[in-house]
Structure formats: structure tokens, C-alpha cells
């Protein structure tokens, strides 16, 4: 498969996933250049060729191999692939969504992208109406582009959603429906090949589907990359806090990452009370398994909503004398009231820095003093590039390695001597 134009890679932005689907293209376009250069250099060298010459047969190659007579651009110079491809999104008075493709996609290797919990202002309707949708308008969003991009004729769909919809509705406790698993089924009925998410809320989800794929990615490189930046890890005596049960996995993977002692915060719930926000929640009381006193105290989990759980952590670990908090988020949701709750509870010196990713479009986080936000559009363009090239996953899916090579490189000469 070429590494220039042409090229049966595409993508398909739905509106609450453009943003993101922007980052990864951009990441794409550089990989591709990268490549080509690479491998022409490669080339020219094996067979003591000019590279000038192994270009215009490159570009020869694709010409030969298009459907099209030929292909537009400068035949001795790289030509760079066009991924994205032309969509127009209407939104109708009643509520009803239309994806239309401008241009073909027959044959081509489809990325569908949507973030489900991009509340921002959307652009649609060719920019004629300004919406802030719903996660239930987004998975509709998102299913009409997939029935779209099949009728166009798509040799294979993939749907890129870092936050998997409904992912917290994936095991029955009463008369309840297992939604997250409702939904793949429709996924897979819809003859999607592969899902790509971050961080997924439980294992368990992956169970739902019989033939499609689920790739779940880590943000915990480049959540570790910026908290090495927030405080020194040589210096500061940090210890990793899971904030609950269900996260202990998560945070004992950091623990073992960092070469740091694992704590636990439990707590009791009483689930006759919803949770309604960052104050009204359902927890009883808190306890914490281990020692914070004079460290600094970490925190991990996958999805932030309402906050109200983080913040109690929050406030508990500061009150048991944590010089410092700071929580990562894979997925920092922030609805409702949350942000303003954070900005108090920053106020009042409740934690230090949260961090999150920018799997979720969030204007209003990026103006807080407080938060930091680690871009991971670069993890799912690697993700993509191998999944349409069939090449290994490995090592990006389970990433201890790249962490393990990222502390070392945070530890002076002298430390690391001893």
C-alpha cells in the first residue's frame, strides 16, 4: 500500500468528532511524509539508485496501480494523500440527522470519527445552525454516517470513538438493559470491522461483539509524560491512590510504572441516592488503605462526569495531609456545574493539577490554571497507520516499555549509577 497519493485510506469526520479527527490527520500527514522519505531513502541506497529517480518511480507505481488515468502533482516530488474525506451533515427541525458523502469512497478503508461527549458549540446544516448536542443526537449522528459510508461501498469500516457511548451500562444489577452491549450489536450488524477507544470503562463490553474488532488504547504514556513535568519524580515522595475499588488495576499499573507504593481510597455507597452533581452524591463515607502524610498523592481513573467522586478523594487525601493531589483522567467529560466545583475546590487548595486528554473537546478546561491537557491524537494516528498497513499493535497497546524508557530518562546520571 502507498505511502502517498493515492492512497484507499480514509476518514469521515462526524461533527462532534471533527475536531479530534483534525489532531489525528495531522499526525497522519506527517507519518506518511516521514515514511515515504524513509523508504525512498532505504531504496535508493540498497539498489544505488538517485533518490530523485526512486521517487518518480514510486509516484510511477501509483499511477500505474490507480483507477484513475492518473494521479495530480508533481511526478519527481512527494505527493501528499488527501485522507479526509468531503461530508455534508443536516440536522432537521424534528430532530433527524443526514450524512451525505461528497466524493467516492468505493473500495477505500474507512475511519468514522465521533466524539460522543462534545457538548460544544457544533457548526451544521453547511453552517447555517449552531448546535450543542446530546450523546444520544451524536450515536445517532454516528449511525446514519455509518449507513452512509456502507451504501457508498466501503471495503471496511472503523469507528473511532474514544469514549465508547453507554460504556458505563455494561452489567445488570436489576430489570435494567445492557446498553453498551446493545449498541455494539447494532456496531456489528452494521458490518463495522473495528472499533478504536480509549481507556474503556469495563473489559467486559469487549465481550459484546462476535466479529468486530476492539482495539482499546492507554493513555498512560502521555499521562505520565506531563505528570513528570507537574512534579519531580526523582525528588518528590509520590504515592499512587486508587480512588476506588474499580480502578485498582488502572492505578496498580501505575504504581508498578513508577516504581511507587499503591494506596486506596473505599468508600461506602448508598444506592438509593442518584448522584445529581459534584456536591449531591451517593457516597457515604471514605477510607483510605495506606499513607499519604507529607507526599504527594496520584490519582487515576478513566472518565471524570459530575466529579463528585473525584472531589471527595480530592478533599479526603488533602485532609490526611497530601502535600499535593493530582488526578489523571483519560476521559474528562466536566458535565454540568463540574468545572465551576473544580475551580472552588482549587480555590480552597483542595488538589493540585488535574490531568486529561484531548480525546473529549472541552474549550472551557483549556483556560484553567488547573488542568493540563496531554494529546493522544498522535497514539491513534500510530493505531490507524498499523491497522491499515497490517502491522503489529503490540507495543503500542501495551506500552510499560516506552514508560519504562520515559522514567529512566526522568532520573539523573548519578541515581541511576547506584
Not at 462526524?14 to 489532531?23: D, L, R, V
Not at 467516492?104 to 468514522?112: F, L, M, P, S
Not at 457544533?122 to 450515536?139: P, R, T
Amino acid at each position: 500500500m502507498p505511502y502517498s497519493e493515492p492512497t484507499d485510506l480514509a476518514v469521515v469526520a462526524c461533527p462532534g468528532g471533527e475536531s479530534f479527527a483534525n489532531e489525528v490527520i495531522t499526525h497522519l500527514r506527517h507519518m506518511y511524509k516521514h515514511r515515504f522519505s524513509l523508504k525512498s531513502d532505504v531504496i535508493a541506497k540498497r539498489y544505488g539508485i538517485e533518490k530523485e529517480k526512486v521517487v518518480q518511480q514510486m509516484n510511477l507505481e501509483n499511477d500505474v496501480h490507480t483507477s484513475d488515468l492518473c494521479i495530480r502533482g508533481n511526478i519527481e516530488k512527494y505527493r501528499p494523500p488527501v485522507f479526509k474525506v468531503n461530508a455534508s451533515f443536516t440536522y432537521f427541525a424534528n430532530g433527524e440527522f443526514k450524512c451525505e458523502l461528497n466524493e467516492c469512497i468505493r473500495g477505500k478503508d474507512v475511519y468514522i470519527f465521533q466524539d460522543v461527549e462534545n457538548h460544544e458549540e457544533i457548526l451544521m446544516n453547511g453552517g447555517k445552525a449552531k448546535l450543542k448536542l446530546s450523546v444520544n443526537d451524536h450515536v445517532m449522528g454516528l449511525l446514519v454516517t455509518i449507513d452512509a459510508v456502507r451504501q457508498a461501498g466501503a471495503r471496511q469500516i472503523t469507528l473511532v470513538v474514544p469514549a465508547y457511548p453507554y460504556s458505563r451500562q455494561h452489567k445488570k444489577k436489576s430489570r435494567e438493559g445492557l446498553t453498551a452491549a446493545l449498541l455494539g450489536h447494532i456496531y456489528e450488524s452494521m458490518e463495522v470491522k473495528r472499533i478504536i477507544t480509549l481507556d474503556l470503562h469495563s473489559r467486559e463490553i469487549v465481550n459484546a461483539f462476535a466479529h468486530t474488532h476492539c482495539e482499546n488504547l492507554h493513555a498512560s504514556y502521555q499521562i505520565i509524560r506531563e505528570l513528570a513535568k507537574a512534579v519531580d519524580l526523582t525528588k518528590e515522595d509520590l504515592v499512587v491512590v486508587s480512588p476506588d475499588t474499580g480502578a485498582i488495576d488502572r492505578n496498580k499499573f501505575y504504581a508498578t510504572g513508577l516504581k511507587k507504593p499503591l494506596a486506596m481510597i473505599y468508600k461506602e455507597r448508598d444506592y438509593s441516592v442518584v448522584t445529581q452533581d459534584a456536591k449531591n452524591t451517593n457516597i457515604k463515607s471514605v477510607k483510605l488503605l495506606g499513607d499519604v502524610q507529607g507526599k504527594v498523592a496520584f490519582l487515576a481513573d478513566d472518565m471524570l462526569g459530575t466529579g463528585g467522586t473525584l472531589l471527595k478523594a480530592m478533599e479526603f487525601l488533602h485532609n490526611n495531609g497530601a502535600t499535593k493531589v493530582i488526578a489523571a483522567i483519560s476521559l474528562p467529560f466536566f458535565t454540568g456545574n463540574a468545572i465551576e466545583q473544580f475551580d472552588e475546590a482549587y480555590k480552597k487548595g483542595l488538589f493540585y493539577r488535574i490531568i486529561g486528554t484531548n480525546a473529549v473537546y472541552h474549550e472551557d478546561l483549556l483556560n484553567r490554571e488547573w488542568y493540563i491537557s496531554t494529546n493522544v491524537s498522535g497514539l491513534f494516528a500510530n493505531v490507524i497507520t498499523r491497522l491499515h498497513h497490517n502491522q503489529s499493535l503490540g507495543d503500542l497497546l501495551d506500552n510499560r516499555s516506552i514508560i519504562d524508557k520515559l522514567i529512566k530518562a526522568s532520573t539523573p546520571a548519578e541515581n541511576n549509577n547506584n
